[in-house]
């Protein structure tokens, strides 16, 4: 397979994700479509942007197209999420804050139809018609078309040269977490392990890297920890906005806010200790 065949075949099938999925999104009975919608965004638009080098500078504009896109699904993915924790919540609550939690749920889901509002109008927007139209057109392109120049060096050793350099990044950042763990360290390093991650997954799709899937399986591991880590910091975020922002604020809602907002902290607490156990051995 040729590294040219290789993106094709491989952007082809992130696409066909998202236009499975389209259905499922619009009715709205699961946040799965939504989850793998964005997955198959994320996939294409990190390739792309690990491997600009050798690819034509046009498709940079795809890739810029697939972020905006994915942006404007950032606020229902945040509310499904958070949503999706409040049933333990209010299990590990005291009883005297059922009442706040209520108060919390409310303003929490209409923050999420409004949301939903929003990525039900990105599936009928012209933005999004342009994606997928520009989309097909680079996937039925003439040959060479993808490539910005002919590729001598063999494709096996080109993208091991690649995730090589992402794997350095990618402990490097983990191992500075011991001196530096402000939330931006975090944030690069989650980042960093994505890109490692869909990279890998490249490969494996086109048959050029032994032992990816082992590799793949230890960043999922990295993934969940910082995954956890970020959705805590961003529903710290939101709780404080709420706390400030809501006029008349009843008592048990600023109550409960205060409790999530520790219980949140305690997470990424967590989450850190659990990233530093695994820095000196998670490439073994």
């Known amino acids: 397979m040729t590294l040219e065949t290789a993106f094709r075949n491989y952007l082809a099938r992130q696409l066909r994700v998202l236009e499975v999925e389209e259905a499922g999104i619009v009715q709205d009975a699961d946040p799965e479509p939504l989850h793998r919608f964005r997955v198959a965004l994320r996939r294409s638009r990190a390739v792309l942007g690990e491997m600009q080098a050798e ?3 046009e498709l940079a504009g795809l890739r810029r197209q ?3 896109v994915m ?10 999420v958070f949503l999706a924790l409040l049933p333990a919540w209010r299990g590990q609550a ?14 929490l889901r ?15 927007s012209e933005e999004y018609r342009k994606l997928k139209a520009d989309w ?13 120049a002919e590729q001598t060096e063999p494709q096996a050793k080109l993208l091991q040269r690649h995730i090589a350099r992402r794997r350095r990044k990618v402990t490097k950042r983990l191992r500075a977490l011991a001196r530096d763990a402000a939330p931006e ?4 390093l989650r980042i960093a392990v994505k890109k490692l991650r869909y990279l890998l997954e490249f490969a494996a799709a086109s048959g050029e890297s032994a032992g990816a899937r082992k590799r793949i399986a230890r960043l999922k591991q990295l993934q969940d920890r910082l995954g956890a880590h970020h959705d805590a910091a961003v529903q710290s975020a939101w709780l404080r906005r709420m706390l400030v922002e809501t006029p008349r604020l009843s008592r048990p809602t600023a109550a409960v806010i205060g409790w999530l907002s520790a219980e949140r902290w305690r997470c990424q607490a967590r989450a850190l200790r659990k990233l530093s156990r695994l820095s000196d051995r998670w490439d073994d």
């Open 136 to 148: 097909h057109a680079w996937l039925t392109a003439p040959a060479g078309a993808w490539l910005a």
């Open 94 to 107: 005291p009883d005297w804050l059922a009442d706040g939690i209520e108060g919390l749920e409310r303003p």
């Open 71 to 80: 942006r404007r699904t950032n606020a229902r993915r945040d509310a499904d």
């Open 66 to 68: 697939m972020v905006a």
């Open 185 to 188: 360290a975090v944030h690069r």
């Open 55 to 57: 690819l034509a500078p």
């Open 110 to 124: 209409r923050q999420r139809e409004e949301a939903h509002r929003e990525v039900l109008a990105l599936l009928g």
